[in-house]
C-alpha cells in the first residue's frame, strides 16, 4: 500500500514533526534584524563569556564587523575561556592572515571545514558547511544567516549605493540551547578529518587562564533587538549528509501543508524542488495568500536567472513575488499563519537543501511570527518592487530564453551533484 504524504494530515504530521526535531518549550527568542544589531548582541555575550565561546560560520572576513568579533573572541580566550571557531573552506577559505595570528598568539582553537584543493576536483567539495551558530557558555545561542561580515560589505561589488544588507538571525536562552551546542560539538569531534584543526599553543601563566571562576550569572546583553518573546517553544532543525538530509525541506512541507490563511517566505535564493512548487501551489488552490521575499539585486547572475524562469509559473497561480531592491536581500526567513515561523542558514535552492549543512531554527509562537512578519511586511512595502504579471510575460524572448537556460545549467549542476532525483 503506497505510503500516505504526511500533507494529508496536516495535524498528525505537525506533531510528528514536533517529535522529530524535539521542539521544546521555555525558551526566550530575540529577533535581531541585520549585522547593525547581530554584532552588538554577539560580541557583547562574547565578552561575558567565563567558560566557553563556540561559532560556526560560512564566511568570516577582517572588516569592521569582523574585527569587532575577532577581538572579542582573543579577549575571551585570553582570559581563559575555551573559543572554538569553524570556518567553510570555500565560504572563508584560510581565515585572513591579521585572523590566524591574533587566534594563535591568544590561544583559540579553530578548523577549516573542507579545505578546497582546487587542483583535485572532488564532488565532495559541494558539500559545504553554510551554518551560522554560535553559543555562549552553553547557555546563549545565536542561529541565523548572518555571516561574519559587516552589512556594507558587499565584495566585490563595492558599491556605495547599496544600503545595508538585510537579513536575520535569533538570540536563544532555555533548553533549545542544549541541542545547539550538542550539534557543534558533533562536527568539532566527530568531523576533525574534515578540516583542518589548528590548536594554538596555551596562553601564558599569569594570562589568566584560571583567574575566572565559572558562574550561571546572566550575562549582560544589547539592546536593539526587534523583539523578545518569552516561553516559546522552539526546536533546531539541521540539514546533513548523515541522518538529516531532508529535515529542512520537510519541514517547510510540512508547514506550507498545513498553511490556512498566509505564507511569507523571504529567501536570496530560491530555486525550490517540484515538491516545494507543488506544495505553494496547493496553498493557493486553498485559498491561502502566498508572499515571496525574493532577491532583486543581481548578485549571482547564473541563479537569478534560473529563478526568473520560475515566475511565469508562481505568479500564474496568484502567488505574490517581491523583489527586494534597497540593497542585497540575505535573509533566509518565513511565516505561516502566525503560527509557525523559521530563522536560519538555509536557502531553497539544491545546494542548500541537498548538499550544504545548515540550520534553521523553527518556532512555535504568535507574537513572534507576528514580529517577524511585520518586518517582512515593511520590507515588501518599503524596500521592494512587486512583480506584476503582465509585465513578466511582456519581456522579451531572448531573456525568457536566457532565464531558461540558466535554470538548465542549474539543473544540470543538480544531476552532476547525484541528486537530480531527489530534488
Not at 578540516?195 to 536593539?224: F, K, L, N, W
Not at 526546536?235 to 546533513?240: I, K, N, S, T
Not at 518592487?385 to 538548465?408: F, I
Request: with cysteine.
Amino acid at each position: 500500500m503506497p505510503m500516505r504524504s504526511p500533507l494529508k494530515r496536516p495535524i498528525r504530521a505537525l506533531r510528528r514533526a514536533w517529535r522529530r526535531n524535539r521542539a521544546v518549550a521555555g525558551n526566550r527568542v530575540d529577533l535581531l534584524c541585520c549585522g547593525e544589531f547581530y554584532f552588538p548582541a554577539l560580541c557583547e555575550a562574547i565578552d561575558a563569556a567565563t567558560r566557553s565561546v563556540r561559532m560556526e560560520t560560512y564566511i568570516y572576513t577582517h572588516d569592521a564587523s569582523g574585527e569587532c568579533v575577532t577581538r572579542a573572541l582573543v579577549e575571551a580566550a585570553r582570559r581563559g575561556v575555551e573559543v572554538y571557531v569553524v570556518v567553510d573552506g570555500i565560504g572563508t577559505g584560510e581565515p585572513p592572515p591579521e585572523v590566524i595570528s591574533a587566534f594563535r598568539e591568544a590561544g583559540v582553537h579553530y578548523r577549516v571545514f573542507r579545505p578546497v584543493r582546487w587542483w583535485v576536483p572532488r564532488r565532495r567539495y559541494l558539500r559545504r558547511l553554510h551554518r551560522k551558530l554560535a553559543v555562549i557558555d552553553d547557555r546563549l545561542g545565536f542561529v541565523g544567516g548572518i555571516n561574519i561580515i559587516d552589512d556594507l560589505n558587499h565584495a566585490p561589488l563595492q558599491d556605495s549605493g547599496y544600503g545595508p544588507r538585510y537579513d536575520f538571525a535569533v538570540r536563544v536562552e532555555g533548553p533549545i540551547v542544549a541541542q545547539i551546542v550538542e550539534t557543534m560539538r558533533v562536527l568539532w569531534t566527530r568531523f576533525s578529518g574534515a578540516g583542518r584543526v589548528e590548536r594554538a599553543p596555551a596562553p601564558p601563566s599569569g594570562s589568566g587562564a584560571h583567574a575566572v571562576a565559572a558562574t550561571d550569572a546572566q550575562p549582560e546583553v544589547a539592546a536593539g533587538t526587534l523583539s523578545i518573546h518569552e516561553g516559546v517553544r522552539a526546536a533546531l532543525v539541521l540539514r546533513d549528509n548523515v541522518r538529516n538530509r531532508r529535515a529542512i525541506e520537510r519541514e517547510y512541507l510540512v508547514a506550507l501543508g498545513n498553511a490556512r490563511h498566509d505564507v511569507i517566505i523571504a529567501n536570496a535564493y530560491f530555486l525550490p524542488g517540484l515538491r516545494f512548487r507543488r506544495a505553494l501551489l496547493a496553498c493557493r488552490r486553498r485559498g491561502v495568500r502566498v508572499r515571496l521575499l525574493l532577491q532583486g539585486q543581481v548578485e549571482y547572475r547564473l541563479q537569478h536567472h534560473a529563478t526568473q524562469a520560475l515566475y511565469g509559473q508562481l505568479l500564474n497561480a496568484g502567488v505574490e513575488i517581491y523583489e527586494y531592491t534597497d540593497s542585497f536581500l540575505h535573509a533566509k526567513v518565513a511565516v505561516v499563519d502566525e503560527v509557525w515561523a523559521t530563522v536560519g542558514s538555509s536557502n531553497i535552492d539544491p545546494f542548500s537543501l541537498l548538499l550544504a549543512r545548515e540550520a534553521n531554527l523553527v518556532v512555535w509562537d504568535d507574537a513572534f511570527s507576528a514580529s517577524l512578519r511585520d518586518a517582512l511586511e515593511l520590507a515588501m512595502t518599503a524596500r521592494s518592487v512587486a512583480v506584476e504579471r503582465e509585465l513578466h510575460d511582456r519581456r522579451p524572448r531572448w531573456r525568457r530564453a536566457l532565464d531558461w537556460l540558466a535554470y538548465g545549467l542549474v539543473s544540470a549542476g543538480v544531476m552532476i551533484s547525484g541528486h537530480a532525483g531527489r530534488y
